[in-house]
């Protein structure tokens, strides 16, 4: 670990635009923790007010812990005044940036937030863009800086963790530093090297297609092993028996994923930031999406043949987009439940990890109320559950094979 030169032109070392989010706050804590002062600048108040207070607002292991010796040793504070940009020599940007209702990029997405503060922004200031962004977008906030007639450094320096694995990743993971100048890359890579050690340099360009290109290979990954599973399932085979069967003492297979919910806020948008940046030419990223997002359709038609849904109750175990989480958001049990709602008697939903949704009810109530049982995101807490009820569980983890 490298220490951070000072600037005692600022008040402070850090300051993240967006910090109340899922990367941008894990990413604020990490700083904080390697002993760096950062101010955490968020639009949404009751996350702020949260966060001030030393609470996360969402599920993040170890990160609790983290907050809570950060707030209180007064190296992390949190507001809702873009003034506080102004304060720190290192300025991390990690707003969202989701795709529309027409899985069209918004490419203004990173500027428009920009300029909500760029009238805080100094000369000496570095400014890093760590959301994952459309490519194109470090070179118009180069030119937007360059417009505001002030000396500033950009760089762009991709986040790649996966959520629930943020407080392990962010010290292991190596960093790719994007920049123009040396002094960019060296001032990105001095503060980045607070949390590890590995760093690779890239130019901006190649770093923004390498981000989009890690989540769209993840992405289709998961859609290969769905379809597989879909191909075997559609023959009365178990897709899960024939996978662990074909990697043993196999490594050239041993990263074929199992069949599951490929969902959450990242891969599937950035796999549509990726077509829409190839003017939609992407036949493999579609296809993917035609995959992925088809499953619970596909789990419903199948479904339907051995039950009469009309007349059953139908439990969805986990509402979470993956296992062990609590975000809800882009979940596909969400779209299974809307699917089931109009085809079966009753829906009822259980999540004990999600506190957004108050139409979820305790586990046992959904067991007990219903016909069938479906495994939407594979909590542990599934694992082990004791039931005569039949349970549809794709991801396999009872154990009890996954055919449908
Ligand atoms: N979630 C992940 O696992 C993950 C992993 C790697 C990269 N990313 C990327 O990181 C970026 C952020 O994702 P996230 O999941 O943290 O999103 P998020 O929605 O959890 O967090 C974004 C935060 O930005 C705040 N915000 C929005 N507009 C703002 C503005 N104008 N000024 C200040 N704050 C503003 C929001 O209130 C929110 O707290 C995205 O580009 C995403 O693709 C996410």
Known sequence: MVALQRDASFERDVVVIGGCGHVGLPLAIAFADRGATVAVYDINPDAVAQVSSGVLPFDEPRAARFLLRAVSGRRLCATTDPGVVA???????????????????????????LAGCARYLRDGQILILRSTVYPGVTALVEKMVARLGRSIEVAFCPERIAEGQAMTELFELPQIISARTEAAFERAGALFGLLTAGQVRMTP?????????????????????????????????????????????????????????????????????????????????????????????????????????????????????????????????????????????????????????????????????????????????YATLDTDKPVVDIWNIRGEGVRV
């Open 205 to 381: 360009e190649e770093a923004e297609l390498a981000k989009l290109f890690t989540n769209a290979w993840r992405y289709i990954k998961f859609a290969t092993a769905n379809q597989l599973y879909m191909i075997a399932n559609d023959r009365g085979l178990d897709f899960e028996r024939i996978r662990q069967g074909l990697m043993v003492d196999y490594p050239r297979a041993a990263d074929l994923p199992g069949a599951g919910f490929a969902a959450g806020p990242c891969l599937l948008k950035d796999t549509m930031q990726l077509a829409a940046f190839n003017n939609n030419n992407f036949a493999i990223g579609h296809t993917a999406m035609a995959i992925n997002e088809g499953l619970p359709l596909y789990l419903v038609d199948r479904l339907g043949r051995r039950y009469d849904l009309g007349s059953m109750a139908v439990g969805i175990l986990g509402m979470a987009f993956k296992g062990g989480s609590d975000d809800t958001r882009s979940s596909l049990a969400y779209k299974l439940k809307g699917i089931l709602t109009f085809v079966t008697d009753t829906v009822y939903c259980t999540d004990p990890h999600v506190t957004t949704d108050p139409t979820l009810l305790p586990l046992e109530d959904v067991v007990e109320k219903s016909d069938l049982l479906i495994i939407a995101a594979p909590h542990r807490e």
């Open 87 to 113: 304060t720190a020599a290192h300025v991390i940007v990690v707003i969202g940036t989701p795709v529309d209702e027409h899985l069209n990029p918004d490419q203004q997405a990173i500027t428009r937030a």
